[in-house]
């Protein structure tokens, strides 16, 4: 494999602290604050994307930026995985620059310099993770993200949003500190070192390694990265819906749960590697665990009226889908469970952009007030919808495409329980997507015949709408992601 050693990756990763910076030091000027958020995000992106031929080829990129201690390395490096969660990042963050602009102003919220240093600073973080090449670079940049997005929950400071943050901030340090340190250290006491593998199969273990203690280790380290939303450590996610509705863009589609399913999955496949987990029975246990998740979130999703806490259960659903099509371990099911990673954000980031432009437009956050409301909003409730059937996995929307490779995959295991799984859990994603279309475009009763259209800002509608297109665009073509996948392997 060709690797480019360059302090170029450094570039990606500091424009976003450089907007925070920035955002800071402009403050007192919205207009040139929120248009360095807009440069930054693009800058972000153009930067990733120039690394992305040579990704293709299936190069690398890497930087060995200090040593804490032998074997225990801050590294940065760039591959295929690495760049599909680079990409899907920093290009949402420049829609969701303008989709914030639209949103803050709009409701006239207080302390936004604060909420634009933090979400520029947050995306830092992700890209931080995305380009770790170690497990210690990865704990650093992980804990990162959460203090960042801590004032962004925090942000309405009122009791409900002191409550939410508590438990936010207590899930994911508590579990990073009992979990992912003790693991830490048994890995570099057991291997001698905390870099990530060259490949995916072998992982960084002896093939006769104690199968005992590398299950605590593994377990340690799944429940560890609390961002994933496993259930049962999944309570911080619908708590963190006190923050604004762009931050719970943040939270579910971009940064926050991304950098938890992209780590558990960086180390199942980095870490412990392919072969061991075959052979010890944890990926197929990861997988139960997956699906017991993908169920029980959509079962609670069902109950729940408020728009907001409904897509919370649906991310926790949705984030297992990833982590289950690793855990399965077969070609089409690792495919399927990484392009689920910018399947699932393009989509999710839509359907909370929709949220928000909802309650901007017209103060509404229940379910059962949203009747008619898609003849005032059409192009919003259009996107929701596209949305939605790519969340169900209807073709041909980006969802699709996901579920495809993840029953492939359980059929090249055999799995007819996971291919139920798989099929059970669209048919509970359509129970509590569908009825929100409905009522929006065909309420009881009907509508009045003459309904003026009363949209959001096009700072918001505009986003959500092309997040929405570019769901269907990765639906017909997901070659990018395929392969950017095949290089992985």
């Keep these: 494999m060709n690797d480019i050693q360059t302090s170029y990756i450094l570039l990606p990763l500091l424009l976003p602290l450089l907007t925070a910076i920035m955002n800071l030091v402009t403050g007192k000027s919205e207009n040139v604050r929120d248009s360095f958020s807009v440069i930054g995000s693009v800058a972000t992106f153009l930067a990733v994307a120039k690394m992305l031929p040579h ?33 899907v990042s920093s290009f949402l963050w420049i829609l969701a620059s303008f989709y914030c602009v639209g949103y803050m102003r709009g409701l006239n919220e207080h ?23 170690s497990l210690i670079s990865l704990y650093l940049f992980y804990e990162l993200v959460s203090i ?28 990073s500190k009992v979990m992912l340190l003790p693991a830490l250290a048994i890995i570099y006491v057991l291997t001698g070192t905390l870099d990530f593998a060259g490949n995916m199969t072998t992982g960084i273990f002896s093939p006769d390694v104690n199968q005992t203690i590398i299950a605590v280790v593994y377990f340690l380290s799944f429940f560890g990265y609390a961002k994933a939303g496993i259930m049962p450590l999944h309570n911080w996610l619908p708590s963190a819906m006190v923050a604004p509705t762009p931050v719970s863009a943040l939270l579910h589609a971009v940064a926050v749960v991304k950098v938890g399913v992209f780590s558990v999955c960086r180390v199942m496949l ?24 993908i169920l029980m979130g959509s079962i609670i999703a069902l109950t729940k009226t408020n728009l907001k806490a409904r897509l919370a259960y649906s991310t926790i659903s949705q984030l297992s889908y990833i982590i289950l099509g690793v855990a399965m371990l077969t070609p089409s099911a690792v495919t399927g469970g ?26 509404k956050k229940e379910i059962p007030d949203l009747d008619g409301i898609g ?56 129970g509590y997507f569908v009825p ?49 996948i095949e290089v992985v392997k």
């Design 111 to 133: 302390a936004q310099t604060r909420f634009y240093v933090c979400y520029s600073a947050t995306i830092f973080g992700a890209m931080g993770v995305a380009f770790s090449g």
């Design 436 to 484: 929100i279309f409905i009522r929006a475009f065909f309420p009881k009763g009907g509508v009045a015949k003459r309904v003026k259209m009363a949209e959001a800002s096009p700072f918001m509608v505009v986003p959500l709408f092309l997040t929405a297109v570019m769901s269907v665009v990765f639906g017909f073509y997901p070659d990018i992601w395929l392969k950017l």
């Design 338 to 363: 990484l392009i689920h990673i910018p399947n699932h954000a393009f989509s999710k980031i839509t359907l909370f952009f929709a949220a928000g432009a909802i309650f901007v437009a017209h103060n």
């Design 148 to 175: 960042f997005t801590y004032p962004l929950v925090m942000h309405h400071q009122d009791a409900e949003a002191y409550d939410g943050s508590r438990k936010y901030i207590s899930y994911l340090m508590l579990t």
């Design 375 to 430: 003849y005032k909003m059409p192009f919003t409730m259009a996107a929701f919808g596209l949305a939605s059937l790519s969340m169900i996995g209807v073709p041909p929307v980006a969802g699709f495409v996901s579920k495809w490779y993840l029953a492939l995959g359980s059929m090249e295991m055999s799995s007819i329980g996971l291919l139920v799984v798989l099929l059970a859990s669209s048919l509970l994603n359509a």
């Design 55 to 87: 990704i293709l080829s299936g190069g690398t990129y890497s930087l060995n930026l200090f040593n804490i201690y032998e074997g225990i390395n801050v590294i940065l490096r760039v591959d295929g995985m690495s760049m599909i969660f680079a990409l």
């Design 270 to 293: 980095f870490v412990f590697g392919i072969d061991l987990l075959g052979r010890t029975g944890l990926g197929i246990t990861s997988a139960y665990i997956a699906s017991f998740t």
